[in-house]
């Protein structure tokens, strides 16, 4: 039980931080405040405090506590974001705009690169997405059928962890990223509103249950123009 309290303390902080609730300081409260506050031992305040982190919101100083990061660029994509792009830009409005979804057989591309049979039952699903009424990434989504067994196109219109969440799926462990620069087509340019033939930044994402199962791979191409990519080390 602890492990998921702590995440849902890291969620309920990472909110707070997220809510300007500690602009003014730039810092946290102490670990007593937090263990009053949720009525948890220090060890789990201390594990949720340690995944804010290693997620780049804050930093330790010795004897002085946890203070706040700088805020991130607007409109940039946090690489090791796993809750998707509705949760890491908010508050910015996150919109979709559905081009396709359809339940398909995976030809020798899809098998190859979600290491799974050809032929095996694929849902699918292509849009574009707008951050604040801006066009900001066209995606190619992939959901394994042979794991995420009664998933059906109404779940694409909301988020694959909601759906993994309320269903009691497993859990996703583990999220492969690999980036590089393409040209992007006629299609996704008009949606884009870009030119044909304009550079495209796309991120390939691979995500794993615990098993290493691939139950998603997505193709993502962001506006070269509107968004950034953002990867935050953290030594501790």
């Known amino acids: 039980m602890m492990g998921s ?9 990472e909110k707070d931080i997220e809510d300007g609730c500690y602009d003014e300081t730039r810092k946290l409260l102490t670990e007593d405040a937090y263990i009053e506050r949720f009525g948890v031992s220090r060890n789990t305040v201390r594990r949720a405090i340690d995944l804010l982190i290693k997620r780049g919101y804050c930093f330790p100083v010795q004897g002085s506590g946890v203070f706040l990061r700088r805020k991130k660029p607007p409109y940039s994509i946090d690489l090791e974001n796993i809750y998707g792009l509705t949760h890491y830009m908010a508050p910015l409005s996150v919109t979709n705009k559905i081009i396709h979804h359809a339940r398909i057989d995976a030809d020798e591309n899809i098998a190859k690169n979600m290491d799974i049979p050809v032929g095996s039952p694929v849902l699918y699903l292509e849009r ?6 801006i066009p900001f990434v066209y995606e190619y989504n992939y959901f394994n059928l042979l794991v995420l067994h009664d998933m059906t196109s109404e779940h694409l219109l909301g988020s694959l962890y909601k759906y993994i969440e309320e269903t009691e799926k497993p859990p996703i462990s583990f999220i492969d990223t690999v980036i590089h620069v393409i040209r992007i087509n006629e299609k996704e340019a008009e949606h884009l509103k870009l030119e044909s033939g ?5 991120i390939d994402c691979y995500a794993m249950i615990r098993s290493g199962e691939v ?8 506006h070269y123009q509107n968004a950034r990519a953002l990867k935050i080390a953290t030594y501790i």
Do not use: S, T
């Open 5 to 13: 309290k702590y995440r849902e303390i890291f969620a309920i902080l």
């Open 128 to 133: 574009i997405r707008y951050v604040d009424g």
């Open 198 to 202: 304009d550079p495209g930044l796309e």
């Open 215 to 222: 139950i998603q791979w997505c193709r993502d191409l962001f």
